[in-house]
């Protein structure tokens, strides 16, 4: 069994301030991670994704994740906010042998000028 | 190169009818997936098409919902007698191949509202 789960449906913080939104996982078998991001009335676009190349993942747009086995978790992580960063952001698990994602329920991120 | 394009974009039906969404995947990609977004139940994984092999189908919420993919490239997910709970974006991906490796490349989504 997999799942995902995003603490924090909303998330708050000023432009130029650390972005950290959170995600921890439960899977049977080692797990590939995902963070997607959705921008207002359009798809899902791939931030980064561990697939146990290196536990530190760095991603687009500045976005870096880090996969904590120990803790189980795969927080995102962003030093300096921007104003375009405003979106919602789903974290995803899919085991390996498996072909489908499991997401989280996501989070939505605003950035305060 | 062009990317995942659903359509239509908004579909509004009234309870009881059907409706077809439409997938068109990424040149070259072998699988396809369909997920649903709802207020109630997030980002859900309903079906998936891998080459000519059967699709795994187990996330499909009720026999109303089927899906079919021609030729290995355009998909269409048809829901029957449409319910209220229904209404949701219908999400479509795609990959190179289906395993847990590869990206899934998302398209717009359709929205459908059920009336």
């Known amino acids: 069994a997999q799942s995902v789960t995003q603490l924090g449906s909303h998330v708050s913080v000023s432009e130029g301030a650390l972005v950290l939104l959170r995600c921890n996982y439960s899977?049977?078998?080692?797990?590939?991670l995902f963070w997607y991001v959705q921008y207002p009335n359009q798809g899902l676009q791939l931030l980064l994704k561990?697939?146990?190349?290196?536990?530190l993942v760095k991603g687009i747009n500045g976005f870096e994740a880090e996969f904590k086995k120990s803790e189980t978790s795969f927080h995102l992580t962003k030093p300096s906010a921007h104003m375009s960063d405003a979106a919602e952001y789903f974290c995803a698990v899919i085991s390996t042998g498996a072909n489908n994602l499991f997401f989280g329920t996501g989070t939505r991120l605003t950035v305060i000028p | 190169g062009a990317g995942v394009s659903q359509s239509p974009s908004n579909k509004v039906t009234e309870k009881g009818k059907d409706v077809e969404l439409r997938c068109d995947p990424i040149s070259g990609h072998t699988a396809l997936y369909w997920y649903r977004q709802s207020l109630g139940q997030g980002l859900e994984f309903l079906i998936y098409?891998?080459?000519?092999?059967?699709?795994?189908k187990s996330g499909l919420p009720s026999d109303r919902f089927s899906a079919e993919r021609t030729g290995g490239s355009v998909s269409t997910l048809t829901i029957q007698r449409t319910q209220q709970e229904d209404s949701a974006v219908y999400l479509c991906a795609s990959s190179l191949v289906a395993d847990s490796y590869n990206e899934q490349f998302f398209g717009p989504g359709t929205r459908l509202t059920v009336l």
């Open positions: 561990y697939t146990s190349a290196a536990t």
């Open positions: 098409f891998q080459g000519n092999s059967a699709p795994d």
């Open positions: 899977s049977s078998v080692p797990p590939y």
